[in-house]
């Protein structure tokens, strides 16, 4: 286990709602990073947080959002939600941005949309 | 490119048996390297990693290969055991870069 956590684990929203994914890092990280995996895909970089703000994004719509407390954990809002965002969404914690950090991953929350 | 390649989408092999999963990448700049293994409904699990600077090393059981010269990533699993069925990813990293860039993934099937 790497003392990553999500919640909630899984998910049914219909299109058009809004969803709010939270992650807890690991102890002594403080940066976290959110990726989307499509069934049968590698992971896919949505964004960064590191220090509260946003470090890095990848091809994703604003719709897209995130957050990151001062405890480290974070959020990840989506809007909007259409049936393509049906996915796992993945969070990892790493104890730097460094190019060498290990990223450390989440079970995953698992996310429907109908 | 955005994908890190990987050879063979499959692979089973014998129980006892060593296992070696291939990867290529794509991006000259990348200077990590990461080898993930993810189990059915959960995330991916860090496995072993290694620098640019280095073409080897050993963990318990696994062994990282990195080729630069021909940009390939390979991942030796030694006696192979039933647990060892899994997902297998390779991720490389670009210095500077906030993201790991994954593969599509490699299943790998124990046969007793």
């Known amino acids: 286990e790497t003392g990553v956590t999500q919640s909630p684990t899984h998910l049914i929203k219909t299109r058009g709602q809004q969803v709010t994914l939270r992650c807890s890092s690991q102890s002594g990280h403080n940066t976290v990073s959110w990726y989307q995996q499509a069934l049968g895909q590698g992971p896919q970089f949505i964004f960064q947080?590191?220090?509260?703000?946003?470090?890095g994004r990848g091809n994703f719509p604003p719709r897209f959002s995130g957050l990151q407390f001062p405890n480290y954990s974070s959020e990840l809002n989506v809007n909007a939600l259409e049936l393509d965002d049906s996915a796992l969404y993945l969070c990892a914690s790493s104890p730097g941005t460094g190019s060498g950090e290990t990223q450390y991953f989440g079970p995953g929350t698992r996310l429907l949309v109908l | 490119g955005e994908n890190v390649g990987l050879h063979l989408p499959t692979l089973s092999v014998q129980e006892g048996d060593n296992s070696i999963i291939n990867c290529a990448y794509s991006n000259s700049a990348s200077d990590y390297f990461i080898w993930y293994k993810q189990e059915s409904g959960k995330g991916p699990q860090f496995i072993i990693d290694?620098?640019?600077?280095?073409d080897k090393r050993q963990g318990q059981r696994v062994t990282v290969l990195l080729n630069k010269t021909v940009k390939h990533l390979s991942l030796q699993i030694a006696a192979t055991q039933p647990g060892d069925s899994a997902v297998y990813f390779c991720?490389?990293?670009?210095?500077?870069?906030?993201?790991?860039?994954f593969g599509q993934g490699t299943r790998l099937t124990i046969n007793p």
């Open positions: 991720a490389e990293k670009v210095q500077g870069a906030q993201k790991l860039v």
């Open positions: 947080y590191y220090r509260e703000e946003e470090n």
């Open positions: 290694i620098r640019s600077n280095m």
